[in-house]
């Protein structure tokens, strides 16, 4: 039953992923190009490149495309659900116990100091996605700019600034 | 009566919150954290400041997608079950059109050079605003002597010894609860 496999896999590629998109290419690849064979190299490679520019999680755009090309529309739904399903469990029965433990000693000093770590991360995400993405100086500097915006003007829509910043991508780039 | 008027009004609203947000989430779930945090606490004030920076906090080190992590997290906190679930479903719906349409015009989208211009711009500004709520973290957070030397030690591990983020998360935990302070 391929529907089944293709949801059971995605469920296990799902609860991999961790910290966002860029970490599950190596898991993905090794599953469905080297182990089941779902997809070419060559094709998963054009594939991540679509996801990446591409609205929505990197993650779920590949889960999306792969599950369209194993069994049609209805493949894509099951991939997509899958790669959704376990970690929106996790996270279900986390929130419905941290929203009741907010006054706890351990999870407070938990808390602040997972904070911290979390500061380092975000720096990485920058850096990746800046590395990933910008072929040659001038992204960076839009990037600048589009920082200094969202600094500076508490109240402009941060979507809006993101499309400016695609159309401008579209004529300097 | 009264409150389940109020709650089918906060879940369709974070469905429409969280569909708008995925359209615009290009280069993965992190670019929504900067346009949600606008969003949700500055904006509609469905979350606190704090209350913001711990379901990001606890969504980025569980295992699993950012971006089903934190709608399933806010969704959860602002209108219990359905507001997570529906959320979720939210998130879910943008990959599935585009890329099933991508996937149907396969062959005369890879020469789409326009689109891809456009989607690096995007990239270019979601860079520019994490920048910009990372800065705003950091200067929210109180530094004491523990969380300066947790800061540099989590820099070091990841961006010189190249570790993998969760271990790094464990340790960071681990270093919390038995050496952290409170954040009042």
């Known amino acids: ?173 | 009566m009264a409150e389940n008027k109020i709650s089918l009004i906060s879940v369709l609203k974070l469905f429409s919150i969280f569909f708008y947000v995925a359209i615009f989430t290009v280069g993965g779930g992190i670019a929504m954290v900067p346009v949600l945090e606008r969003i949700l606490v500055e904006k509609k004030k469905y979350l606190s400041e704090k209350e913001f920076t711990e379901v990001f906090s606890v969504a980025q080190v569980l295992p699993g997608s950012l971006m089903i992590n934190m709608a399933t997290f806010t969704g959860y906190q602002i209108a219990g079950f359905w507001g997570a679930f529906l959320s979720c479903v939210a998130i879910m719906l943008p990959p599935l059109t585009i890329i099933t349409l991508i996937s149907v015009f396969y062959t005369q989208f890879i020469q789409f050079t326009l689109m891809k211009k456009l989607m690096i711009g995007i990239l270019a500004g979601v860079v520019g605003e994490v920048a910009g709520i990372t800065l705003k973290m950091f200067k929210k957070t109180k530094f004491d002597t523990f969380k300066i030397i947790l800061l540099l030690l989590s820099f070091a591990l990841i961006f010189i010894f190249k570790i993998n983020p969760i271990y790094v998360v464990v340790i960071g935990a681990l270093l919390g609860i038995f050496l952290g302070r409170m954040e009042e």
């Open chain 1, 1 to 173: 039953m391929l529907l089944l496999k293709i949801f059971l896999e995605f469920c296990k590629i799902g609860i991999i992923a961790f910290g966002g998109g860029n970490a599950i290419f190596p898991i993905l690849h090794h599953e469905v190009v080297e182990t089941l064979h779902w997809v070419s190299a060559q094709d998963f490679l054009y594939m991540v490149s679509i996801a990446e520019t591409t609205p929505g999680p990197i993650g779920m755009n590949l889960s999306t495309f792969i599950g369209y090309r194993l069994a049609g529309f209805l493949g894509a739904l099951i991939a997509t659900v899958g790669y959704t399903f376990l970690p929106f469990l996790i996270m279900l029965f986390v929130a419905i116990v941290a929203v009741r433990i907010r006054e706890n000693k351990i999870y407070k000093k938990f808390l602040s100091a997972i904070m911290v770590v979390v500061l380092v991360l975000l720096m990485r995400a920058v850096y990746l996605m800046a590395k990933g993405g910008f072929s040659d100086l001038r992204p960076y500097f839009l990037a600048l700019v589009a920082f200094i915006v969202f600094m500076k003007f508490k109240k402009f829509n941060p979507i809006y600034l993101l499309i400016i910043c695609g159309l401008i991508g579209m004529i300097i780039f």
